[in-house]
């Protein structure tokens, strides 16, 4: 006899006692339970997997996927991805101020298919080739974040690997990013020239900073309205020798969790962020890795030292 026939025939016998936990309410089978109703279109869903909150209410565990850049991606691609992963990811991010090459009918076409499917859309970092060649003329900028904001986009990345920028300056411009409509996003890291793919020899030689001025200049960040700070991960997981984890330490123990986001654009890194801040990390990846940290977040697949040790708690 099944444990469910078995339920209702103590039910039936003993009413007294009211009814016991059947197999639908089992401790192992809640986050089962949460994945049906977060998405009750689910063959599976009967299958237990970590309790995530569902997109629309998602604040932590967000994760951004890299667009067209290293491969062309295009409307079809991208509505066809988000047709069947979208649930799982929150926004698309283009790199290499890609978008700039792009006729205004097809750059708006492509992000309307990422709106389309909730997800919000970000510039990257471009605007550190704008700064440069604009000298930082304020009326250059203006009409590079009105043309954005114009465009569709929602996120505007603020970086500064290849610049040297006055960290006043900075914040001016988170909030001079906001008043034009846009969420700014700086990235901060400890290298020096990121940004550029530098080989390890290089990078090393250009030196790295400490992580203190990383975490100063994000808290100073938040208080100008950043919305989210982006990790850089060159100097850190990154065309290193080595992983400065002692650095990601230092990050995640200074800074809220929910404001800051890793750049993870590779497995192994992804993995361990997962490993060690746990299931709701804010990452950014690669868009053909979605559906590997997608699998690693819920807890049903992972590698030798992942695999089934990857939990949450409904409660949280």
Known sequence: ????????????????????RTLATTPALLSAKHHANSNPSLPFAFLPANALDPKHKREKGLTEIRGP????????????????????VDGVKFAGGAFSLMPEERLKALIDV?????????TGGFIERVLSTSAGNKDVISKYLTTC????????????????IPTDDWASLIEFTAKHGLKPKPEVGIQWGAGGDASVEELESAGTRDPKWLIDRANLFLQAGAHMIMIESEGITENVSSWRTDVISAITSALPAEKIMFEAADPDVFAYHIQNQGARANLFIDHSQIVQLACLRRGIWGTGGTFARVVTFEGA
């Not at 509505?79 to 992963?85: N, R, S």
């Not at 990422?114 to 919000?120: D, P, R, V």
């Not at 904001?149 to 040297?164: H, Q, R």
Request: net charge positive; charged share 20%; with cysteine.
């Open 1 to 20: 006899m099944s444990l469910l026939a078995k339920s209702r025939v103590f039910n039936r016998l003993y009413p007294k006692f009211g009814p016991t």
């Open 114 to 122: 990422a709106h389309k499917h909730n997800c919000y859309v970000s």
């Open 69 to 88: 850049y290293y491969a062309p991606v295009t409307k079809t691609y991208l509505d066809e991805l988000l047709g069947d992963w979208g649930e799982y």
């Open 149 to 164: 904001k114009n465009m569709g986009f929602d996120v505007l990345e603020i970086s500064s690997g290849f610049l040297s």
